[in-house]
Nanobody, 127 residues
Framework: QVQLVESGGGLVQAGGSLRLSCAASGRIFSSYAMGWFRHAPGKEREFVAA????????YYADSVKGRFTISRDNAKNTVYLQMNSLKPEDTAVYYC????????????????????WGQGTQVTVSS
């Protein structure tokens, strides 16, 4: 089992920045691929970013590419999402997810390949 706890959400003005953290406990964190997803009211959950267990490969949704950066610190069992140049359309509940299957390598943008999810943290961007 892996427990994931997100933090760092809040209210920020458009153009501002936030850094989300996802602390993992349980099984060996370094073996897990990690992803960030978000869910806005009235919309389906969507992929934001993902990072392989080694940190060598990262993936981003087109809507956040160039503004968001995913990173991980395996020594601290934590994955981060640095969000810059925030827009009102980034408003959502952000979830981190962890997975070890081959699906995380082949389809890192698909939520179904992740086995464990956090409870989410709210990000609100005002215009």
């Amino acid at each position: 089992q892996v427990q994931l706890v997100e933090s760092g959400g809040g209210l920020v003005q458009a153009g501002g920045s936030l850094r989300l953290s996802c602390a993992a406990s349980g099984r060996i964190f370094s073996s897990y691929a990690m992803g960030w997803f978000r869910h806005a009211p009235g919309k389906e959950r969507e992929f934001v970013a993902a990072i392989r267990w080694s940190g060598d490969n990262t993936y981003y949704a087109d809507s956040v590419k160039g503004r968001f950066t995913i990173s991980r610190d395996n020594a601290k069992n934590t994955v981060y999402l640095q969000m810059n140049s925030l827009k009102p359309e980034d408003t959502a509940v952000y979830y981190c997810a962890a997975g070890t299957g081959s699906g995380t390598v082949i389809f890192p943008r698909q939520s179904s390949v992740y086995d464990y999810w956090g409870q989410g943290t709210q990000v609100t961007v005002s215009s």
